[in-house]
């Protein structure tokens, strides 16, 4: 592809250079695999739109858009297909509406009159865009997505049509889940045939915002945090608030993840703790069980469903499999749901015959606070282990620090994301911490 600027492309407000560079560069190169290495709030999503539709709009061709997250597609679509809004007032499409065909947001799919067509998927899709053919493929932040997924299902779809690849995205260090993107970057950087890269820092976005945000990023940030999330530097492990990678010893990988229900044997030599944060309907409970001595994970369970009783029957099923003592999150869905748990842990005896004793957690900002300090530091220890489990390293991943103005610290799952295998875990950890007088182990 060797275009000129679409002019059926609402140009308000933008690209700024940087997205302009991106997409020329992309849409003039030959290369295979194009890697982006850019700074948060760059922009990334709206030149990923820009890159799309100025390819689809000069020739039919088929474009998968591969995010990491349904909540990323949603983003996606905002920006491919629907309106530009600028303080609360609608502008303009960003593509001329006569030369769009149809848009189908039930499955992000976008078609052009010309026959280029768009199509927007999640890689948590069970094997997205397989069968597909394109031309182009977009994987939006690729380091959060894993390396299977990008060469094992994505890249063949290439193949028949001499397509090509970019990968935009912020860097999550050298090793782990993100370190396919580095190991592409670096190819790239040796001038491999196939390879090309284009990097740059958040300060590419003229916003005055997002720049005078930067001055204080860097003042207040740790260093690595700012050579990572602002100047886009791959550094050797990242900079994730959590990183469970280190403490998977205990079978699976990026590539074969083990799946869920996680269940060991119930062991002998030492008791049990379970960890169990309660989510409402379509999101998950998930409840963790580690040994109190040896922090190993025995068993993880993930489920779902609309009544109370379902979910604390199933979590009390798990608890009395393993005689765990039982920590639970009594904020929100834990309070009614709660009162459910604890029937039936304290009506049922584990094999022992003795009852499972359950303890609701008020979780605060504060204790919140010591809870994912206390799992940080297990985990940086490598004192903690677990499977490899591809939903509990996503989520760590994904976890993110906040300091607040009045100087605290929040951690929390970005909008759109989950947290509740993180604090399972970090139940259970608080459970082994705290044990009350009187035995609830």
Same mark, same amino acid.
């Given at each position: ?106 499955? *992000? ?11 927007? *998927? ?320």
């Amino acid at each position: 592809m060797n275009l000129t600027a679409a002019p059926a492309l609402c140009r308000f407000l933008g690209p700024h250079q940087g997205q302009a560079r991106l997409r020329a560069e992309v849409l003039r190169n030959d290369a295979v695999v194009t890697t982006a290495v850019l700074g948060r709030r760059w922009g990334k999503t709206i030149g990923a739109a820009e890159l799309c539709l100025e390819a689809a709009i000069h020739e039919p061709v088929s474009i998968g858009w591969f995010c990491d997250k349904p909540p990323r597609v949603r983003l996606a679509w905002r920006e491919l297909a629907e309106p530009i809004v600028w303080k609360d007032k609608t502008i303009a499409p960003r593509v001329d509406p006569a030369f769009v065909a149809r848009q189908r947001e039930t499955d *992000h799919l976008f078609e052009m009159r010309n026959g280029s067509r768009i199509q927007i *998927h999640s890689c948590e899709e069970s094997d997205p865009g397989l069968g597909e053919g394109y031309d182009l493929v977009v994987f939006d932040e690729a380091a959060r997505i894993r390396r299977s997924i990008f060469f094992e299902v994505i890249l063949p779809t290439l193949m028949d049509r001499g397509g090509r690849a970019v990968l935009i995205t912020t860097p999550r260090g050298k090793r782990g889940r993100g370190g396919w993107v580095y190991d592409c970057w670096k190819l790239g950087e040796r001038k491999e045939p196939g390879y090309y890269n284009l990097t740059g820092p958040s300060t590419d976005n003229p916003n005055p915002h997002i720049q005078a945000w930067v001055q204080w990023y860097e003042k207040n940030m740790p260093p690595a945090f700012y050579e990572q999330e602002i100047l886009a530097r791959f550094l050797e492990d990242g900079v994730s608030v959590l990183n469970f990678v280190p403490c998977c010893t205990q079978g699976g990988s990026a590539d074969k993840p083990i799946q869920l229900p996680y269940f060991e044997p119930k062991p002998d030599h030492e008791r049990c703790i379970m960890g169990l944060d309660y989510a409402q309907h379509p999101d998950w409970t998930v409840a963790w069980v580690i040994g109190r001595k040896s922090l190993r994970t025995y068993a993880v369970d993930r489920f779902n469903g609309m009544k109370y009783e379902y979910l604390s029957e199933r979590a009390a099923k798990v608890a009395r499999r393993y005689g765990a003592a039982v920590y639970y999150d009594r904020t929100g869905v834990g309070r009614a749901a709660g009162e459910t748990l604890e029937k039936f842990c304290r009506s049922a005896a584990d094999d022992t015959g003795v009852p499972v004793p359950v303890q609701g957690i008020t979780i605060a900002n504060e204790n919140k606070q010591d809870m994912i300090t206390a799992l940080q530091t297990e985990t940086q220890q490598q004192t903690l282990t677990m499977p490899y489990i591809a939903e509990a390293v996503s989520e760590a991943d994904d976890f993110e620090k906040e300091t607040l103005p009045s100087g605290r610290t929040k951690f929390s799952a970005p909008e759109g994301s989950h947290d509740d295998m993180v604090m399972a875990l970090a139940l259970a950890l608080h459970g082994k911490r705290n044990i009350v007088q009187g035995g609830l182990v």
